[in-house]
């Protein structure tokens, strides 16, 4: 008897674990298994879920799961998650979108897993990994095409013709477009830090020489962000900079030995080894932000979602007298603005979704692309948006958060946009291999010439 | 006293009736284990071993392209770096971690005063993550404010070393995020010395064998099954090592502290799926030689008694 127990209890864990393994949630959530069955494809047979959730038009519930990083601790949270509850509040009764959070490491893996079952979620963020995307979701068909939307969007006049044609693929639109660029640039601590000009409308030399014995918050570890922005100015404020920059994002570059490169990080030897915060080797981006904040550093180079870290709501994060109201915010040495408008939009849908789900997805494109979601993005996290004419409300508050009136402030006509080197970069170069070999280049094992050779070899290997 | 009969060697003994029908539950038991290894182990290790001849990015089908990414992996500098890494954390391995853990069976074995409280407390580090290792070693480590450092200050004041970011202390730093963690050596080793009958230390002593003798004559030979799997298990860490290694060097400066898992994981980033299973079929590879190598050196598949 007890042998007769022992194996069927054998049993039942081998069929659960079989079981379990048949099932095709990746992450096993009870959430995303419900999402997962809402998307079946079109072309199948539906789920029965579906099928009662007959259209907006019917008076049904249209409900989908989204999957997203940008919720619990991370910095997108705030500005995201009630956009999305305001989006429901809007459609009440007639669609409604679920969050699942998902950790950002975890989210292009968690879509990489259910595209392989062709069973994504019905709206998905682009940006977290271009090389699938572009190699294996495009040519697979699993983006929706968006042009018809594209076309009878209210939102239209709103979007980037760089970006509309870049996510335009055989005639197809496979993202919606993104109609804001958000130009990353430096914030600087204005109580330690007095500029006799504007940043922008200095050379890179001129900027060094300004500082001092002051230091600038730089990283190693992960993708060396910040230390990766400042290459990023230097190789654009050299002779055929911006072009490498700018023409290598699509299929990146192994050839990091050109001189406008090799020049550029010259400099930056120099700039991390004489200007660079005590911390600055092996520090991740937590660290350096924690460097600025703590007053170790003056300047940190970012994006203008980093307001967010200024204002008196996020004081917890400051300590050694730092006040975020010192803290301004300029454009680049050599009025450089990082930027890359050849990219994707935020957003793009699966083709797999019911019509339903689309109509709801084409719905949340509207919405989120609506000048006053738009304007309200902006105001939380900065950027521009170029085909808009803003309203005189956007304008007085955008004036009231001081990095984010900065940054519009400086943004002229000889401004020059470009992307950064890291968009040029194959992705574990970017991702992991320029930072291990930062630190060889700030100890002097490395010289210049070495660092660009290795970065080239790197890059060689993973693109082959 | 009743003598064994022992079967002649290499004449097949027919199992009773009884035995075969034990036999019946003896399959039915392994049933589980032999199902999840085929679903969970087996059909992987093929897919591995097939797709590291075909060039794939883990979504569209793959294409043969022969042994290019055999080749690829052997040039490739971070490749060699791997290996020269893994040898070398290996001996590390064998000689200082369970030398380390062995010592302190032995030691246990005597049952000094608080041998009890001393295994637990050994056994605390096993229980945190080597994830939370790494982060832990990355504060001791830190230059600015790290433990070690400071304490170097007091004698030094000017002392400044990056010890997870500059050549050649970040080979040794990340060596010492588990060179002493040896619990799992030391459980089981204290396992074999446990079972050591009293008799054969009694017998030993009337003779005339000291304490080292004893130790060196009679419990290290009669632990030799439990040291060689001790060996085993750390090796095999060795091969596998990723965490301890992606948290806080991730293989650099440069490639110093380089193991083949990171250039397996660089290679799925880069979507060069047939390249990363390439790199698996020589850790699965030298896994194996690494067993089938100690199996033979300690004579694992001889009796002890």
Redesign the interface.
């Known amino acids: 008897m007890k042998k007769l127990l022992a194996l069927v209890m054998a049993a039942a864990l081998v069929f659960s674990m079989a079981a379990c393994a048949g099932n095709n949630t990746s992450s096993g959530s009870k959430e995303s298994s419900k999402t997962e069955s809402k998307t079946e494809s079109k072309t199948e047979s539906k789920t029965e879920e579906s099928k009662t959730s007959e259209g907006g038009d019917s008076g049904k519930l249209v409900e989908i799961n989204l999957p997203t990083f940008k919720a619990g601790e991370n910095v997108g949270a705030v500005f995201f998650l009630p956009q999305v509850e305001r989006f429901n509040k809007m459609y009440e009764g007639k669609y409604k979108i679920n969050i699942e959070e998902v950790p950002q490491a975890s989210y292009s893996e968690k879509i990489k897993q259910l595209a392989q079952q062709k069973k994504m979620p019905v709206l998905m963020h682009t940006g977290v990994d271009n090389e699938w995307f572009k190699k294996v979701a495009i040519p697979n068909g699993f983006a929706y095409d968006l042009t018809d939307w594209y076309n009878n969007t209210p939102t239209k006049k709103f979007f980037i013709q760089d970006s509309v044609e870049y996510s335009t693929r055989d005639g197809k639109l496979v993202t919606a477009p993104a109609a804001v660029t958000r130009p990353m640039g430096l914030f600087y601590n204005s109580d330690l830090y007095k500029p006799e000009k504007a940043v922008h409308d200095m050379t890179v030399d001129e900027f060094i020489a300004s500082l001092g014995d002051s230091k600038i918050a730089f990283q190693t570890a992960d993708n060396a962000w910040c230390s990766m922005l400042f290459l990023s100015d230097l190789v654009a404020n050299e002779e055929g900079g911006i072009e490498i920059l700018k023409n290598n994002v699509d299929d990146k570059t192994s050839d990091f030995n050109q001189p406008a490169i090799v020049n550029a990080v010259t400099k930056l030897q120099k700039i991390l080894q004489e200007n660079a915060s005590a911390n600055s080797v092996g520090a991740a981006y937590a660290d350096a932000a924690n460097n600025f904040m703590s007053e170790g550093s003056v300047v940190i180079l970012n994006g203008p979602w980093m307001s967010a870290d200024f204002a008196p709501d996020s004081s917890d994060k400051w300590s050694n007298n730092f006040d975020g109201a010192n803290v301004h915010a300029d454009l680049l040495p050599g009025n450089i603005g990082l930027a890359n408008t050849r990219g994707w939009g935020e957003w793009w849908v699966s083709a797999y979704a019911t019509d339903e789900e689309i109509e709801l997805a084409k719905a949340w494109l509207d919405f989120v692309n609506s000048q006053e979601e738009l304007e309200a993005y902006m105001l939380a996290e900065g950027g521009s948006c170029p085909n808009m004419e803003y309203s005189e409300n956007f304008l007085a508050k955008q004036g009231e958060t001081q990095v984010l009136a900065d940054l519009s402030a400086a943004i002229n006509d000889k401004t020059q946009f470009t992307p950064s080197i890291l968009d040029i970069m194959p992705t574990s170069v970017g991702e992991t291999e320029v930072g291990k070999m930062l630190p060889q280049l700030i100890d002097g094992t490395l010289t210049p010439e070495q660092f660009c050779e290795q970065l080239s070899a790197k890059a060689a290997d993973a693109l082959a | 006293m009743s003598k064994i009969k022992m079967p002649d060697k290499g004449k097949r003994v027919r199992a009773s009736k009884l035995e075969r029908r034990d036999y019946k ?1 003896i399959y ?2 392994l ?2 284990s032999v ?2 290894f085929l ?2 182990y087996f059909v992987p290790i093929l897919t591995m071993f097939f797709t590291s001849f075909t060039k794939w ?4 089908a793959p294409v043969f392209n022969g042994l290019d990414n055999y080749t ?1 992996l052997f040039s ?1 500098p971070a490749f060699v770096i791997s290996v020269r890494n893994l040898i070398a954390w290996s001996l590390i391995g064998i000689f200082l971690h369970v030398g380390f853990g062995v010592l302190v069976a032995l030691i246990l074995y005597h049952k000094p005063r608080g041998w009890k409280f001393t295994r637990a407390v050994f056994m605390i580090p096993n229980v945190i993550s080597a994830a939370a290792w790494a982060l832990i070693y ?1 504060f001791i480590f ?3 404010m790290g433990v070690l450092n400071n304490l170097i200050r007091m004698i030094s004041p000017d002392f400044n070393v ?1 010890w ?4 050649p202390y970040a080979f040794w730093a990340i060596t010492f995020t588990w060179l002493f963690y040896a619990v799992i050596v030391t459980l089981v080793v204290l396992g074999d010395l446990m079972a050591i009958p009293e008799e054969l230390n009694e017998a030993a002593r009337i003779d005339g064998a000291n304490q080292w003798q004893i130790t060196t004559r009679i419990h290290l030979p009669l632990c030799r099954n439990a040291i060689g799997t001790s060996i085993i298990c750390t090796v095999t860490s060795r091969v596998a090592m990723y965490e301890a290694i992606q948290l806080t ?7 110093d502290t380089m193991n083949t898992p990171l250039i397996l994981v ?2 799925i ?4 799926n047939g ?1 990363a299973n390439a790199a698996g079929v020589v850790m699965f590879l030298i896994g194996v030689i690494i067993m089938v190598i100690i199996n033979k050196v300690m004579k694992m598949n001889e009796p002890v008694y």
């Not at chain 2, 990015?57 to 569209?60: L, M, Y």
């Not at chain 2, 060097?249 to 490639?255: E, I, K, L, Q």
Request: proline fraction near 5%.
């Open positions: 539950w039915l038991f049933l589980p199902v999840m679903m969970f990015d883990g979504f569209n690829r490739n990355k830190n230059n600015e990056q997870f970011y500059t050549s060097t991730a293989g650099g400066p440069g490639d660089k290679a980033m880069d979507m060069n390249y």
